[in-house]
């Protein structure tokens, strides 16, 4: 269990390929004394069949982007949010206030290619928005504020690099005309931060920025809290946002995620038309991000642990105990290939 444990957080910060996460999953359970060796040597074996250049090994232990990921611009009268692929399967956000041209960037890890955005845009950079303190989304903090001098670095937790301002629940900021309130979700870390953002007077949708607390379909492992936290962070705090609220959220899971939500429900008909949907996009190499609170509500497992068939499946009645049962079957899910 140690090496499946090792496994998954090196899964969970783009150390591991997701295809080499797929066949190596079940191998650290095999049965027996030598469960840990035979598991071992097939994992070695199979990194160096997937992993047969130099280009490979150092996209896998540099983070270096999948060439096929394309960036993009969503576009509304009052803010425009640039997508940027970065890493494995990491997303950046360049927020824009389209008033003022003044612009933040969400959890900068390849700070060159924020600069690259910033100039193509003709914005202004003004504020770093970090979502928690793991590497894949603060580890470019340090080199961007080199790059750029005077930036707000904002973030819940101390162990965000470069952090200027602490933030916590209910925290008011601006970039621009747009209001940013800070929404303290713990549970992935301790520390973390989902960014909700307005315009005053507006009728088009807000945005919200979910880091690794709420995913298209799925939500963060718990390494620093428990299923009371994500339950209130997923249902109390961003379940209560207006529902047309699009989500930004910090990877690209979907498909993976709707593979687990379909197992849970399989007779959920906006699961199986979303997981078709994305993987349309993802052939085409289009993020399927972002989501809406409202359509969150539809098919994430997660935020549905209200729902009787999800209790159904888990074996329980209470929705945070609910939480927990599918955390933990999540954990161990092995992802089919269709």
């Not at 301790?190 to 379909?217: M, Q």
Request: hydrophobic fraction near 35%.
């Amino acid at each position: 269990m140690r090496l499946r444990a090792v496994l998954s957080a090196l899964q969970h910060y783009g150390c591991v390929p997701a295809e080499l996460w797929a066949h190596c999953i079940g191998w650290v359970s095999l049965p027996g004394p030598f469960s840990l060796i035979r598991g071992g040597q097939r994992l070695l074996g199979e990194w160096a069949r997937l992993i047969s250049s130099p280009a490979q090994l150092r996209a896998v232990f540099l983070h270096t982007e999948h060439e096929q990921r394309k960036s993009k611009t969503v576009t509304q009268a009052n803010m425009k949010v640039e997508i940027l692929p970065a890493l494995t399967d990491n997303y950046m956000y360049l927020l824009i206030d389209e008033e003022t041209k003044e612009a933040a960037i969400v959890d900068p890890v390849q700070p060159q290619k924020v600069l690259d955005a910033v100039k193509k845009h003709g914005v202004k950079l003004t504020s770093v928005l970090t979502t928690h303190h793991h590497w894949d989304h603060a580890g470019g903090n340090e080199k961007l504020v080199k790059l750029e001098t005077g930036l707000r670095v904002y973030g819940g937790d101390s162990r965000v690099g470069a952090l200027t301002q602490k933030v916590s629940h209910l925290t008011s900021l601006k970039v621009g005309s747009l209001n940013v309130k800070c929404l303290c979700t713990p549970c992935h870390t301790s520390g973390h931060i989902c960014y909700y953002v307005t315009k005053p007077n507006s009728s088009e949708p807000p945005a919200v920025f979910t880091g690794d607390t709420l995913f298209v379909a799925g939500c963060g492992k718990f390494f620093e809290g428990t299923p009371e936290e994500m339950y209130r962070a997923l249902i109390e705090i961003l379940g209560s946002l207006d529902p047309a609220t699009r989500v930004y959220c910090g990877h690209e899971y979907t498909i993976n995620n709707l593979k687990f939500a379909r197992h849970v429900e399989p007779n959920n008909v906006s699961i199986q038309e979303k997981l078709a949907w994305a993987k349309a996009k993802y052939d085409s190499g289009e993020p399927t991000i972002p989501s809406t609170i409202g359509e969150e509500f539809t098919y994430n497992p997660f935020m549905r642990v209200r729902e009787k068939t999800v209790q159904e499946h888990a074996g329980e009645t209470d929705p945070i105990r609910t939480m927990g049962a599918i955390r933990k079957e999540k954990d161990n899910f092995r992802v089919p290939k269709d």
